[in-house]
């Protein structure tokens, strides 16, 4: 019986799950199974949007004739040809005859490489950007290379907003009723097996996941659907970084992973008296692993969370000890980078072990060696325990610094979606010192750095809020909408706080964690920062800042400096007789004369000269 979920009104989930494998491609355990997902849009033609495997296709072909309802498929894209997603491909084209496919170049090769019939030439080819109207939506295709196969590609339907992203964004785990992330606890329940499988599956290919991202970046996705777990349909900036840490092989926490190999114990009573230790001097996130009873799937995720890693093993036939082995090969094969990893080796009469592990972890990029490698030999000893000691001081020291010098807002302070929020266009920016609050008007703001998030900020230095930043190193940015009345920039760009309270009788205020005002109706975001480095530019300083703070407010469009001067700001009343003159592109203060002073500031909006435009000449 069929079991179809709604995505929209017209686009299914015609997938399903499978909670009796074990082994997914064989080789990861997958406790709680895995999902093969696909999806069928509905309009005046209809699509499906990749099949399944063959261990669902008989749910798989009663949800796909259930939701067409005796209507023709017309369509079918493919965006991966793995198995998992298209083994059921043959069979789509038996059960739809007439049925279009939908592919580029790779896959119909591979299509003759899985398939004995000449099913290729049913396929129309599209290559990067190329579009098919299905009416009312128009899909258009993203190429995505080794992400993680060399055909794969993402469809994205510009009228839903809603991409389609194959292996990217996928989790293992089998769906339990509900389909969207946000109907479970995903931080909880679902984080860890979506690390894993982009840790084991993709996560070789970082490089490539960067370039899909900074591809998807240019497109609006407000659902986000990929052919293996949850579909997101909110919060999916939260998502996206995480893939930006794994990608980017940054550490996603301050974390150490203490991974070892005992035959008798004493290798294991070594890395406790680390791990001891470690907690004693303050380091709350640690996570043991007997590599002989974990799979190495779990070390290779657990590597690309931690940004501390302990690998210690017995010598074992002169080498490392087998599963230690398998690990670490596993690590560098992932191409896992950017890491501080500490040694231990334990040999009762020749210790290579550690020499051995340095060899495999060594070649890989940004890897630092923290301390020296310590070696027990047969049992730990007053010695050993003292150097296992100096180690653990040695890792809680470099994490304690790391952590002064980054500080990473929390994730529930900071939502990254603020980020997509900003534009060239108008901002309020306000500051408060004691009990004086104040705001401006400002036009330049930018995120400049993913990890750590960071933002810059330009303020005429006329400015009293420029001052109290600079005195106080804090500030909050409202990210203006569309509907702001021009009123608003008369409030806080026209006004002088040196003279007035901009703040008395607004009652469309807030205040963040640290005390200070934002403007919370008419805006879609609003951000906290605190000042890392400032920057004098003669008439302007530019504000460098760590993002303390970040929530999304509404889903308005961010107002531009094009919309504020067509549909907000007043038109200026024709005149008999034209005057010579500049007009401020920001407030619409007149200047008249024939040549405007290169150091002129407004008098109302403290803009200088580059934002005036000649006028009657």
Known sequence: ???????????????????????????????????????????????????????????????????????????????????????????????????????????????????????ASQAQLVAEGDTISLGTHTLTFIMAPMVHWPEVMVTYDITSKTLFSADAFGTFGALSGGIFADEYDFAGEWLSDARSYYANIVGKYGQQVQALLKKASTVEIETLCPLHGPVWRKNIGWFVEKYQRWSSYTPEEKAVVVAYASVYGNTENAADILACRLADDGVQNIAMYDVSRTHPSVIVAEAFRASHLVFASTTYNA???????????????????????????????????????????????????????VTVRSSVKNAQREQLCALADEIAGDIKASENKTAPADDKSVDPNAMFKLSYGLFVLAARDGDKDNACIINTVSQITDIPKRVSITVNKANLTHDMIAKTGRFTISVLTEEVPFKVFENFGFRSGRDEDKFAGCECVSRDASGIRYVHKYTNAYISGKVAESIDCGTHTVFIADVTEAKILSDAPSVTYAYYFANIKPKPAPTDTPKRGFVCKICGYFYEGETLPPDFICPLCKHGAEDFEPVGF
């Not at 499978?18 to 709680?32: A, G, K």
């Not at 063959?54 to 023709?72: C, I, M």
């Not at 498929?73 to 965006?79: E, K, P, S």
């Not at 490392?320 to 191409?335: E, G, S, V």
């Open 1 to 119: 019986m069929y079991c179809v979920k709604n995505i929209a009104d017209d686009i299914f989930y015609v997938g399903a799950s499978d909670r009796r494998l074990e082994l997914f491609e064989n080789v990861f355990p997958i406790p709680r199974g895995v999902s093969y997902n696909s999806y069928l849009i509905l309009d005046n033609k209809t699509a499906l949007v990749d099949t399944v495997d063959r261990s669902v296709e008989p749910r798989f072909f009663e949800n796909v004739d259930y939701a067409l309802a005796g209507r023709q498929l017309d369509y079918l894209i493919i965006n991966h040809m793995e198995p998992d997603h298209a083994a059921t491909v043959a069979d789509t084209l038996r059960r739809y005859p007439g049925v279009r496919l939908i592919c580029n170049k790779k896959i119909a090769a591979m299509l003759g490489q899985f398939f004995d019939s000449d099913i």
């Open 319 to 373: 080498g490392i000890f087998i599963n230690m082995q398998t690990a670490l090969d596993d690590i560098a094969a992932h191409n896992l980078q950017k890491r501080k990893i500490a040694l231990i080796e334990n040999g009762s009469w020749a210790p290579t072990s550690g020499s051995l592990m340095r060899a495999i972890l060594e070649p890989l990029r940004d890897i630092t060696f923290i301390g020296d490698t």
